[in-house]
């Protein structure tokens, strides 16, 4: 038989990553912060760091449900405050960290959260209160600050989200 010659078509699709400009946006119930975390979750790529700031009850953990239930790592009544055992892993696709600084009082109590081990691979490392210590890593940083707005109402900023856009 001869040969034939087959003409095939490749598609090249080439990612590019384009850093965000911050994003601000009013929720006005705990049920708009969790779609939010949703949609953030979309977005995230591991290796990540994600800095939830912001007073008590500003939402901090309510917005970590919808990411972790975003990223298909637990259901959202399984993300709770980590503010007791401090640090709860969830694993998908990549694993995924929820710390919370809060109590953590001195550097060998923080050493203790084995969060160098959760820096040291590819993971989403989500931490509340990160004020309380200054966390040097080169990884990609999302920065979200939470401030109360009136009532139900939530101010959200999201500063430094890179994502991933296809072309074509
Ligand atoms: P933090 O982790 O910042 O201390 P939580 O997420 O644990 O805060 O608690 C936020 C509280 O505020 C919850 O009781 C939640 O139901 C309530 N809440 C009311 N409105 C909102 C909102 N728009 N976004 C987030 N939480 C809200
Ligand atoms: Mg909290």
Redesign the pocket.
């Known amino acids: 038989m001869k040969p034939v010659l087959l003409e095939t078509q490749t598609q090249a699709i080439s990612i590019r990553l384009v850093k965000m400009p911050v994003q601000e946006f009013v ?4 049920e ?2 969790v779609a939010k975390g949703r949609e953030l979750a979309q977005q995230l790529r591991a290796p990540v760091l994600v800095l ?1 700031s ?10 970590t449900k919808g990411i972790i239930s975003g990223l298909g790592a637990a259901k959202e009544e399984d993300v709770t ?1 980590p503010t007791f055992n401090l640090v709860h892993e969830f694993h998908n696709h990549s694993k995924v960290y929820h710390v919370d600084l809060y109590r953590v009082e001195t550097f060998p109590d923080l050493e203790s959260l084995g969060l160098e081990d959760a820096l040291s691979e590819k993971a989403i490392v989500i931490i ?1 209160w990160p004020e309380r210590f200054t966390l040097r890593t080169d990884w990609p940083t999302v920065e979200i600050r ?1 401030n109360h707005a009136g009532g ?3 101010r959200i900023s999201i500063s430094g989200l890179i994502v991933e856009i296809e072309l074509k």
């Open positions: 929720t006005n119930s705990s708009e912060t939830l912001g007073d008590l009850g500003s939402g901090k953990t309510t917005l405050s509340e939470l139900d109402s939530r």
